[in-house]
Each structure stands twice: as C-alpha cells, then as structure tokens.
C-alpha cells in the first residue's frame, strides 16, 4: 500500500515555473514507478511523465517534452515535477501516481494523489 500527497501547486504567469512534490508513505516507495497524470478543465486525463524505480527509464508527453522534468529521491520517499516554460494549456489538476509497470497507462496505477492545482495566467 502506498499513499501519496502533492504539493507545489499554484497560480503562476504563462512562461514561468512551478515545482510540484510528491510524498510518498511506505517502505516500498522505491520499487515503484512514480508518475504524473494531469487533467485540465474539460479535458481528457493525460499522462505527462513518467520515471521508473531507478532512474533509468523516463517518458514525457509530447505536450511537456522540453520544458517539464520528473526526477526523483527514493531516500525521501519523493518523486518531483520541475515545470517550465508554462502555458495556460498546462493549466489542470496534477496527480502523482504510483505503480509496479513503467508505463504511459493510467489504468496501470493502483495508487493516486489527491492532486494538486495548477493555473497559469496568459
């Protein structure tokens, strides 16, 4: 069981930068991979990014390639979600999402935030 709570959201201007955090409970955080899935108003579920147990494998949708980066630190039990470079497109609830596959697929993650607000300003 894992149980995972964001943080880092906010209101920020187009062309700026927010970090979204993600905590992690359990002892088995690192042997999960962490996501992030986003849904914007009136919008279906996107999955942006992705980062496996040991850093090795990471995805990014084609939308955030470039300008977000998820990394992570299994001795804190946090996986992380650097934005830049933001448009009000990128405006949508962000969940962290946490499973045993390393894949783009939300139905593959048996474990989700609460989700965090970001909104950003033309």
């Known amino acids: 069981q894992v149980q995972l709570a964001e943080t880092g959201g906010g209101l920020v201007q187009a062309g700026g930068s927010l970090r979204l955090s993600c905590a992690a409970s359990?002892?088995?955080?690192?042997?999960?991979?962490m996501g992030w899935v986003r849904q914007g108003p009136g919008k279906a579920r996107e999955f942006v990014a992705l980062?496996?147990?040991?850093?090795?494998?990471?995805y990014y949708a084609d939308s955030v390639k470039g300008r977000f980066t998820i990394s992570r630190d299994n001795a804190k039990n946090t996986v992380y979600l650097q934005m830049n470079s933001l448009k009000p497109d990128d405006t949508a609830i962000y969940y962290c999402?946490?499973?045993?596959?390393?894949?783009?697929?939300?139905?593959?993650?048996?474990?989700w935030g609460q989700g965090t607000q970001v909104t950003v300003s033309s």
């Open positions: 999402a946490a499973s045993r596959l390393a894949v783009p697929t939300p139905a593959q993650y048996p474990y």
């Open positions: 359990g002892r088995t955080f690192s042997m999960y991979t």
């Open positions: 980062i496996n147990w040991n850093e090795i494998s990471t």
